[in-house]
Structures are given as structure tokens and as C-alpha cells.
């Protein structure tokens, strides 16, 4: 079968398959792995995930457990703290790394399983669905002026991120829906000496967030008023005016803009191709959760593809369970795209609102709903988080389970 798209959900996607001996072919237009740093968060369901395919314990030797996040109000009052050393999972914690690593210990993960090619340098350009398969149209991504050629598969993921070819090759209108708040973030050598902990200030005049990932490291992200194609050293200065740490350019590594956007897909599923990761939903990065949902479809649908290939689903048991990814992946990414949302609205609050969102914060944190966010935030509690962990049964997961 092919992937589309060697970011982390089809490498991810690859492992688990050709793990499972299938042959699997992931096309990647990128010459190189990609050096950006986006997702750092890695939640507890994904690192058990991950573990399947032995990156889990690698990962978590390149990155830092984070055990505690501590929330601060106006004048950096200390409004509470959520504490996910408690968590229901043999991780508890939520692993800060680079996206950069955690896509280098796939792509290593993947060199075990012979079943497994990663062919770079090659860009979707197009397909045609066939009743018994699917023809791919591949450019070469260096010269894409050379005559294209064309591969046949039985089936496709498309793993090729939020502007997906493959989703387009498919008719599938992509019209996002973009939120007003924007930020900058950006990863400076840690000279905070606040070691593990995780801290974010919702100030009058702004959030901001800071994380540490990669030993010595720690990611800061601030809002902007607006969308800053060039924001220099405005970064450094908002922290120093909101939080009062000062942080030094010189040792600043990589910075980025962002806006947020959120878009999930009406289907996943479409005969012979299916869409997974980034390609089937968008959602705010603040809050973490778009590689996590990720990461747990590719489990969804690499169990549907395994079983097809060993013939064990008729036509119509593998149509049911096509209908069954969408139906089950779109909720729980609904339900981690509106998480993302409020987590993003109470952090974006400025001006006099601020005060009320304060009380109503520290009473969150203090008071009678604390134990339960720390499971919420670590998507403990996301509907569907795994199929693994599915509770509900139907006898068409109960099948799928089988091919875990
Ligand atoms: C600032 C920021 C912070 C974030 N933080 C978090 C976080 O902490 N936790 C979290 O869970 N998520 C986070 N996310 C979201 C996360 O980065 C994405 O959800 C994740 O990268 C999606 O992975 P993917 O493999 O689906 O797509 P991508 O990472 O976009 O990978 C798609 C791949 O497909 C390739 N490709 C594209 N088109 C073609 C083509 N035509 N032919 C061949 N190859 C193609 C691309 O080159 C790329 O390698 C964050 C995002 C941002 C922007």
C-alpha cells in the first residue's frame, strides 16, 4: 500500500503496518527530514501508541516528562497548578520533545521493518481510483518538469498534512475556519531555572506560555496582536514586559509565527484511500492535540487495513468499518479541537476581562474540577482516545481489535 506524506502520522502509520510484514511505500516530496520543531507535546495515549513500534522509551530519552504545569493570572499571581504525576497511565506525564525528533525516531523505527520503503523526493501529483485499485500520479519533486510517473496500489493514506494534494485529488472542498488569535513561538537554550515545570501567564495584555522539551531547551510562544510575518525580537520583548524575564537573542534557535485554523474533514474515508493525521483535521495548536489525534488514527486505520490484507473483512465489513474510522476518529477530533478551543479562548482574554477569568481559573484549579484536568489536558478522556482503549465493543471493533 502507499502513504502520503513521511510527517510523524505516516511514519507512524508505516511502522505499524510493515511491522505487521505489510509492504508499504511512504512518498515524500522533502529531500530531508523536516528540521522545524511545531508539536512538542506528546500525551500519555501516544506514548503508549508509540511504544508498539519500541520509539516510545527512545523518545522519552530525547525529551522531558513534564509533571507540572503552573497557571498565573495579572501580575503574575499564582492561580494553580495542574499535576499529571497522578495520571491513570503508565506514562504520567506528557513528554516534551521536538517534532523533529519524534519524526527521526520514526523514520528510525521504520528501518527495522524490511516491509517498509521510504522513498524521498517523490510528490503526489494525482490518482484514479480503479475498482480493484488506486494509480498514483508522482512527480519528481526536484525536476518537476520530468514526465510523471504512476504506481499502483490497493490502497492510499494520505498523510500529506493540511493542505493535503491527496484530499484535493479527492474532491474534498477545504474551507477552514480561522480564529483571530495569532502567535510567535520560539525555542531559546533554558535559563529560566524553572527545570521541569511547564508555566503559562495570562496577562492583561497577553498570553504566554512556556514549555521545556529537549534537555536545555524551552519553548516560549506569545500572543500577537496580529499576524507577525516578521516578528524579530518582539517575542523577547513581551516576555520581558509581561512575565518580567528577560531572555537573551543570542541564544534564541528556532522562532516561528502561527495562526490557528480549524477544519476537520466531513468523511475519512474514501473507498481505496483514506485521509489520517493533519490531512483529515486542523486544530488549535495551543492546547497540543493535532499530532495526538493523529497518532491514534493511524492506529484506527492501520488495524482496518491490516485486517483487509489478511482478508479477514468481506467488501462490506470493510466498508462498515471505513464508516466506523470516520465516524469514531471525527469525534474524538471534534472533541480535542473544541478542548483546544477553550484552553485557547481562557488563555487569549485581555483587558478588564482578565480579572474575571482569573477567579474563575484559580476556582478551576483549586477547587472541585482539579483532579479531573489533568486527564483532560493529558486526552485521557477523549472520546474514543484509542482503539485499544475503547470500552463500547461493537463486534466490528471487537474484529479490529484483533489486528492491533
Ligand atoms: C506551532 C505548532 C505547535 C504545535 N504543537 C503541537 C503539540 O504540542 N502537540 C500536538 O499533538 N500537535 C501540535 N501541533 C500540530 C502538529 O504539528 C501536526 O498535527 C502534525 O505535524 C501533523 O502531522 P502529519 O503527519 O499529519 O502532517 P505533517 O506534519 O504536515 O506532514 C505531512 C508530510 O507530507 C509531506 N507532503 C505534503 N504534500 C505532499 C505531496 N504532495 N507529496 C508527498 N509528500 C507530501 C510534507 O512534506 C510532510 O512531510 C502543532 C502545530 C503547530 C503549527
Not at 510527517?7 to 523536516?34: D, H, N, T, W, Y
Not at 481510483?129 to 500520479?137: H, K, N, S, T, Y
Request: aromatic share 10%; net charge positive.
Amino acid at each position: 500500500m502507499a502513504i502520503i506524506g513521511a510527517g510523524p502520522i505516516g511514519l507512524f502509520l508505516g511502522a505499524l503496518l510493515s511491522k505487521r510484514g505489510r509492504s508499504v511505500r511512504i512518498f515524500e516530496q522533502s529531500p530531508s527530514p523536516s528540521p522545524g520543531s511545531n508539536a512538542i507535546g506528546v500525551t500519555p495515549p501516544s506514548l503508549e501508541l508509540l511504544d508498539k513500534v519500541g520509539a516510545a522509551e527512545p523518545l522519552i530519552a530525547s525529551g522531558t516528562p513534564l509533571r507540572d504545569v503552573w497557571v498565573y493570572g495579572r501580575r503574575t499571581r499564582l492561580l494553580g497548578r495542574a499535576d499529571f504525576s497522578t495520571l491513570d497511565s503508565k506514562y504520567n506525564f506528557i513528554l516534551t520533545v521536538p517534532q523533529s525528533t519524534t519524526e527521526t525516531l520514526l523514520e528510525r523505527a521504520l528501518q527495522f521493518y524490511p516491509s517498509a520503503a521510504l522513498l524521498r523526493g517523490r510528490r503526489f501529483d494525482g490518482l484514479e481510483q480503479e475498482p480493484d485499485g488506486v494509480r498514483i500520479r508522482l512527480l519528481d519533486a526536484k525536476d518537476p518538469d520530468r514526465p510523471p510517473a504512476f504506481e499502483d496500489f490497493r490502497y492510499v493514506a494520505a498523510c500529506d498534512g493540511a493542505k493535503s494534494q491527496v484530499r484535493a485529488s479527492l474532491g474534498v472542498a477545504w474551507n477552514p475556519r480561522r480564529s483571530a488569535s495569532t502567535f510567535v513561538m520560539a525555542d531559546f537554550f533554558d535559563e529560566s531555572g524553572w527545570g521541569e515545570a511547564a508555566k503559562l501567564f495570562f496577562t492583561p495584555d497577553g498570553a504566554v506560555e512556556s514549555f521545556p522539551h529537549a534537555p536545555g531547551w524551552r519553548r516560549w510562544i506569545v500572543q500577537t496582536p496580529g499576524f507577525m510575518d516578521n516578528p524579530g525580537s518582539y517575542l523577547e520583548q513581551s516576555v520581558e514586559a509581561r512575565v518580567g524575564m528577560v531572555l537573551d537573542p543570542l541564544r534564541k534557535g528556532w522562532q516561528s509565527p502561527f495562526g490557528v485554523q480549524r477544519w476537520i474533514a466531513p468523511r475519512y474515508d474514501f473507498g481505496r484511500v483514506f485521509l489520517a493525521g493533519d490531512s483529515a483535521h486542523q486544530m488549535s495548536p495551543i492546547g497540543g492535540q493535532g499530532m495526538n489525534t493523529g497518532f491514534a488514527d493511524a492506529e484506527f486505520l492501520a488495524a482496518v487495513l491490516h485486517a483487509r490484507l489478511e482478508n479477514a473483512l468481506t467488501d462490506a465489513e470493510f466498508l462498515a468499518c471505513g464508516r466506523l474510522y470516520t465516524k469514531i476518529r471525527r469525534r474524538a477530533a471534534w472533541s480535542a479541537a473544541h478542548r483546544a478551543e477553550a484552553s485557547m479562548a481562557a488563555g487569549t482574554m485581555r483587558g478588564n476581562l482578565s480579572g474575571a477569568r482569573d477567579n474563575l481559573l484559580s476556582w478551576v484549579l483549586q477547587g472541585p474540577l482539579k483532579s479531573r484536568l489533568a486527564p483532560h489536558y493529558a486526552m485521557l478522556t477523549i472520546p474514543g482516545r484509542t482503539l485499544g482503549a475503547m470500552r463500547k465493543n461493537s463486534r466490528l471493533i471487537r474484529r479490529l481489535k484483533e489486528f492491533l
